[in-house]
């Protein structure tokens, strides 16, 4: 991979964004290989918990400026031009949304800047961490353009809509402290190694329960912040009945009395009719 380091160890997959000397920014490449990873992590069950870190000063600067002057173009000249434009915008958005739809959590560790199709991404995610100095900047404002690939669908619903949309409408930063007031960022810390500590830990500690519960928490968790009170139990209901264990039960019981890790089968690999037609040519 160009943008990215990928490692698996203990049940806990790492992703490292690794281009520091181009801010980490987001180019065709970026969008291609994030998916590539993201469908990996999805259909095996090789990893319980993702974490997603980056290199150099800033977490990255977002959409390379680069990317809609060369071979991916936005005409707008024609309705079929701007009809391609809803496409694109469409591909684009759905990668992040592998990350809101990722049968594991994903945790992600900001430093530095967090900006424009940046802060599309951590908001997909589940717990996000911080450093001092990072920031949150929501720069497609200050470049003539409405930001277009989450930020505004999924932050409403992470800040007060007041600040969300003071954050919109300006361009402003909004620090790492600010951040942790409202309830964006679950943590804040000195460092980018204690920040990375912290994930760390957190990702072990989400790594030992059972990821058919965990699986079954995020689903709940993200049917509920969409749905009404009323169906949001409905479906927990269903939910519930299908994924229950006594055994998964059992053994978690056992290991908290024993003070030990309990042991739980790992995910079903995902297999698609796709990969079924594939094998047999």
Same mark, same amino acid.
């Given at each position: 991979m160009?943008?990215?380091e990928?490692?698996?160890?203990?049940? /806990?997959?790492h992703l490292v964004l690794?281009h520091?000397e181009?801010l980490n920014?987001m180019?065709?490449v970026?969008?291609?290989?994030?998916?590539?990873?993201?469908?990996r992590l999805?259909?095996?069950?090789e990893?319980r918990?993702?974490?997603i870190s980056?290199? $150099?000063?800033h977490f990255?600067?977002?959409?390379?400026?680069e990317t809609f +002057?060369?071979a991916?173009?936005?005409d707008?000249?024609t309705?079929?031009?701007?009809?391609?434009?809803?496409?694109?915008?469409?591909?684009m958005?759905n990668?992040?949304?592998?990350?809101?739809t990722?049968?594991?959590?994903?945790i992600? *560790?900001?430093?530095? $800047?967090?900006?424009g199709g940046?802060?599309?991404?951590?908001t997909?995610?589940c717990?996000?961490?911080?450093?001092q100095?990072a920031?949150?900047?929501?720069q497609?404002?200050n470049i &003539?353009m409405?930001a277009?690939v989450g930020?505004?669908q999924?932050l @409403?619903?992470l800040?007060?809509? $007041?600040?969300?949309k003071e954050?919109?409408?300006t361009g402003?930063?909004?620090s790492a402290?600010?951040?942790l007031?409202? &309830?964006?960022v679950n943590?804040?810390?000195? +460092?980018?190694?204690? =920040?990375l500590?912290?994930?760390? /830990?957190c990702a072990?500690?989400?790594a030992?329960k @059972?990821?058919?519960?965990i699986w079954?928490?995020?689903q709940?968790?993200h049917?509920?912040?969409?749905h009404?009170v009323?169906?949001?139990?409905r479906? =927990?209901?269903?939910?519930? *009945? $299908?994924i229950?264990?006594n055994?998964?039960?059992?053994?978690?019981i056992?290991a908290?009395k024993e003070k030990?890790?309990?042991?739980f089968?790992d995910?079903a690999?995902m297999?698609y009719?796709?990969? +079924?037609v594939?094998?047999?040519?």
């Open positions: 160009n943008c990215f990928l490692t698996v160890d203990q049940h /806990i997959a690794n520091p181009r920014s180019d065709p970026f969008w291609r290989e994030l998916s590539q990873v993201l469908t999805h259909q095996s069950a990893a918990c993702l974490m980056s290199t $150099g000063k990255s600067a977002g959409m390379s400026l +002057s060369g991916i173009a936005m707008d000249k309705p079929e031009g701007r009809a391609a434009i809803f496409d694109l915008l469409g591909d958005q990668t992040f949304t592998q990350l809101e990722l049968r594991i959590p994903v992600v *560790a900001i430093q530095g $800047g967090c900006i940046a802060v599309d991404m951590v997909a995610c717990i996000r961490y911080a450093t100095e920031f949150f900047c929501i497609e404002i &003539g409405v277009d930020t505004l999924r @409403p619903r800040l007060p809509l $007041g600040v969300m954050l919109a409408y402003r930063r909004l402290q600010k951040a007031d409202y &309830g964006l943590q804040v810390f000195n +460092s980018h190694t204690e =920040m500590e912290a994930a760390k /830990i072990t500690e989400i030992s @059972p990821p058919i519960a079954g928490t995020k709940a968790v049917y509920a912040r969409d009404s009323e169906d949001s139990l479906q =927990m209901g269903w939910l519930q *009945a $299908g229950w264990s055994q998964h039960v059992k053994e978690a056992t908290l030990r890790v309990g042991q089968p995910l690999e297999k009719f796709t990969d +079924s594939r094998d047999a040519e």
